[in-house]
């Protein structure tokens, strides 16, 4: 028996089939949901949903917001989310870069939380493309 996972963006379905496994960053940490979780709902975190299927597991990033475990079905309604096998390593790592440079000269409240907020992004793009390679 499997669990039933749907990733869902505003504008796309991201993922929608069966998983044996789930690991999910919350915004209190990570959670595994394996068959008969508890259910729950959570918020989502900027991080790396990690999908065990056929003994593999396969990485997403996930950009922020809600999720809903309940009857071996888990539903993410998330603000954007890229799988890992999409992004391109050198691509993540020089995002990365001007992500770190962008933080370093951030003025304001305002610019400073976004910069942070493009930078823990940016960071777990690399992290998520270095599971695959």
Known sequence: ?????????????VWDSEVEEIVLCTNSGQIDILLNHAPIATTVDIGILRIRLNDQ????????GFAR???NEIIALVNDAEKGSDINPQEAQQTLEIAEA????????????EANLALRLARTRVEASNMIS
């Open 1 to 13: 028996m499997t669990l039933n996972r749907s990733v869902l963006t505003p504008n796309r379905i």
């Open 57 to 64: 597991w396969l990485p997403m990033v996930l950009m922020g």
């Open 69 to 71: 475990i309940g009857n």
């Open 102 to 113: 962008n933080v370093k000269k951030a003025e304001g409240r305002r610019q400073k939380i």
